[in-house]
């Protein structure tokens, strides 16, 4: 027996897979709703259940800017954030890609202020989505505990060496007590292996690390981290079946739900996709061939998935998390317009806006969003995307 | 002795400059400007530091003229990641030791930490993540490299900028005396986190800057040495007055060289009488606008901060107890 099906709040799952990992080095700062993971990880270190050290930095910036340091001396490290926080980092997210630190950092997603809201949505992330960080969306707790461990594995890959990000929903995925199967340690160290640091800062070896470029370099260092990200699809794709080998857990960049024979599917991303199954069970059980797709894998984006997800769907309905104000389209419809701008130039892409801030999505709005988008299919869209449920 | 101090510089003789390191590990070849103070202190801190160190530095002067790809003047490790987290960044790099030294993934003696930064990345931008590094007890050495403006970004005002200076964005006109605030205490910000080493040094005393960075390097937990950069391009100071002008800075009481060892002050290089402000100012552009009055206002302001640290140095302390009660029964 390899595993053990527990219920657990999906904060604790999180750091249970840090410590699984046996992260070394850990730098926080406590923001909502991030705060249980790095509470859990602060205790599992005072009674030495995790060798490590536990760094409560000032300040995010310096949170992230403490793992760089880590992670440069060659030690395993994890950081955790959320809005705020993340937006505070923003300026070390880049560097500490740039310098290929593969630090591990779960990223409880929560609105940007203002106005200030502790709830739900991805507009943090997505204000930070060209750091050149990999990054992945989980949807329920098994997946935000199985990805926190393999995302070491992916960050540390010596092909890789990138700092990843794992992406759960804030409050309602990472205060969520849920059923879910454990690794135990001698499986998730065969799984993961000590972490040997390529480059280090060791006075018996000297580099410098973080120099400056002139233009005669800088866009051959951009393109060389381009590459890397771009190349590290492979990598995570084995890591991920290595470990569905290990568990029967398997992953895909693009996860497929009822999308046999479907004509219009639906796109999510994070915890909405289980509410969004939901709606479609009923949609198909009233005759409708309507499916799901959900975004996993967000960086490197995988559109080659996409496009042979789309199969004979004539439509595909985009759930954005957050909005660019002022912009052409929200970030996640963005994308995946341009996915399919030449590729796929008769397949319609309408986007909608759900659940900024916390306002809930219940299977229901899944199902108005359908109609409304077949109607504005038919006769033309409206409007380059809509904001749905806006009151008033 | 002459216009400019030379008898005050005589003491020199009586160290032995042939036992200083001849090892270098801040190389030539940098890019910084004729008669820098800075690269000057940079080469020696590096030099009493020695190889078995990592460094941080900050963005600014010395990381620009010292780190363009694809070469480096370092023979440390180094690491630069912005311009106001060095101190976090030293802070990851202790932690990372620390827990590979514990867990056996590192053998021998743990390498010394030190943070550089300028002035604007000590004083002002980077001054909360210094503070969280002093007051999280990381061991470590923090270098202020002070020429007492943004130097690298074309001499704007900082926090550490003197009254009266001319910078780019303190010009003197009709309405602005040029810089109108007093330089921020940045040892008694230090001081204030009851860190147990606190100095300031200048590279035109160069033994004593050796022996402070000693200190302060093998000293356990945080310190923090504050080293005045004297910087032709932005005092407009002829290059060949660099070191000169390190020493009028002592010599006039505007600088004073003095450490702080578990709170208690003490001066390190003694002035029996002090010169007067003017002798120090004069040979700087950025002053030169200043009238009689308020050279005379600075002169005023020089000696009640000198009195004060004298006062400070002849203060009686009280015994404090050690760090934690663990630490004490170690001690006994």
Redesign the interface.
């Known amino acids: 027996m390899m595993g053990t099906r527990v219920g657990m709040e999906v904060s604790i799952a999180v750091s249970h897979a840090v410590q699984l990992a046996r992260a070394?080095?850990i730098?926080a700062y406590p923001i909502t709703p991030q705060t249980h993971i790095v509470e859990h990880l602060s205790s599992l270190v005072a009674n030495g259940e995790l060798?490590?050290?536990f760094?409560?930095?000032?300040?995010e910036?310096?949170?992230l800017?403490?793992?760089?340091?880590?992670?440069?001396?060659?030690?395993r490290?994890f950081t955790a954030t959320s809005s705020q926080g993340l937006a505070l980092m923003h300026?070390?997210l880049f560097?500490a890609s740039a310098?290929r630190f593969p630090i591990v950092m779960a990223v409880a997603n929560r609105a940007l202020a203002g106005p200030l809201s502790i709830w739900n949505d991805h507009s943090d992330i997505m204000a930070a989505r060209d750091i050149g960080w990999i990054q992945v969306f989980v949807e329920n707790g098994q997946e935000a505990f199985d990805h926190t461990l393999m995302a070491f594995k992916i960050a540390e890959n010596h092909k890789v060496i990138l700092p990843i990000i794992v992406n759960m929903d804030g409050f309602i995925l990472t205060h969520v007590v849920e059923s879910l199967e454990l690794l135990d340690q001698d499986t998730a160290d065969r799984f993961l292996p000590?972490y040997h640091a390529r480059h280090r800062?060791?006075?018996q070896?000297?580099?410098?690390?973080?120099?400056?470029?002139?233009p005669e370099?800088f866009t051959e260092?951009k393109m060389a981290h381009q590459m890397a990200l771009v190349n590290s699809y492979d990598r995570i794709l084995k890591v991920w079946k290595e470990f569905g080998d290990l568990t029967g857990r398997h992953y895909q960049p693009v996860e497929h739900y009822k999308t046999e024979g479907a004509k219009v599917l639906l796109l999510t991303m994070g915890c909405l996709g289980e509410v969004a199954e939901v709606a479609v069970d009923e949609m198909r059980a009233a005759g409708e061939k309507v499916g799901l797709l959900k975004l996993r894998m967000w960086r490197p984006f995988p559109f080659t998935d996409l496009r042979e997800a789309m199969g004979g769907a004539k439509l595909l309905i985009v759930c954005d998390r957050a909005l660019s104000l002022g912009g052409a389209a929200p970030p996640v419809l963005a994308e995946v317009r341009s996915t399919f701008y030449a590729a796929n130039p008769k397949l319609q892409i309408l986007g909608y806006v759900v659940g900024l801030g916390g306002r809930d999505v219940p299977p229901e709005t899944f199902k108005e969003i359908v109609a409304q988008a077949q109607t504005e299919a038919k006769q033309g869209p409206s409007q380059e995307y809509h904001i749905f449920g806006v009151r008033g | 002795m002459d216009k400019f101090g030379f008898a005050q510089s005589q003491k020199f003789d009586t160290y032995a400059s042939r036992l200083m390191p001849r090892e270098e590990y801040f190389t030539s070849g940098h890019r910084s400007c004729q008669g820098c103070g800075e690269a000057l202190a940079v080469r020696w801190v590096c030099k009493a530091i020695g190889k078995d160190a990592i460094i941080a530095h900050a963005t600014g002067c010395m990381e620009i003229v010292s780190s363009g790809m694809p070469q480096t003047a370092w023979l440390n490790p180094w690491i630069h990641v912005a311009f106001e987290n060095t101190a976090a960044v030293a802070s990851g790099v202790e932690a990372g030791l620390k827990i590979l030294t514990r867990k056996g993934k590192l053998t021998g003696p743990m390498p010394k930490v030190v943070a550089m930064g300028g002035d604007g990345g000590t004083s002002d931008i980077g001054l909360q993540a210094l503070s969280g590094a002093m007051e999280r007890g990381h061991n470590f050495t923090y270098f202020c490299w002070d020429n007492e403006a943004y130097m690298n970004t074309g001499i704007q005002r900082s926090s550490s900028t003197p009254y009266g200076a001319m910078t780019t964005t303190s010009p003197p006109g009709k309405m602005s005396i040029g810089q109108a605030t007093q330089k921020k205490n940045m040892m008694a910000i230090a001081v204030a986190h009851g860190i147990p080493y606190v100095a300031t040094a200048s590279p035109s005393y160069l033994f004593d800057l050796y022996f402070k960075v000693r200190k302060a390097i093998e000293t356990p937990g945080p310190a923090y040495v504050h080293v005045l950069s004297v910087c032709p391009t932005g005092w407009r100071s002829a290059t060949e007055l660099s070191v000169r002008l390190g020493r009028l800075a002592v010599e006039t009481g505007v600088f004073p060289l003095y450490e702080v060892v578990d709170g208690r002050y003490r001066l390190t290089v003694e002035v029996p009488k002090l010169r007067p402000v003017r002798d120090y100012l004069k040979p700087q552009g950025r002053f030169r606008h200043l009238r009689s009055k308020e050279i005379d206002f600075i002169q005023r302001h020089t000696l009640a901060q000198y009195e004060l640290l004298l006062q400070k140095c002849q203060a009686l302390y009280p015994e404090f107890p050690s760090v934690s009660p663990s630490a004490e029964e170690e001690g006994q």
Do not use: K, Q, R, Y
């Not at chain 1, 760094?55 to 300040?59: G, Q, Y």
């Not at chain 1, 070896?205 to 002139?214: C, H, L, Q, R, S």
């Open positions: 070394e080095a730098a060798e490590a050290e760094v409560n930095v000032e300040s910036h310096s949170a800017s403490t793992c760089i340091g880590m992670s440069a001396t060659g030690a490290t300026e070390i560097i310098m000590p800062l060791d006075p070896n000297p580099v410098t690390m973080g120099a400056f470029a002139m370099l260092v």
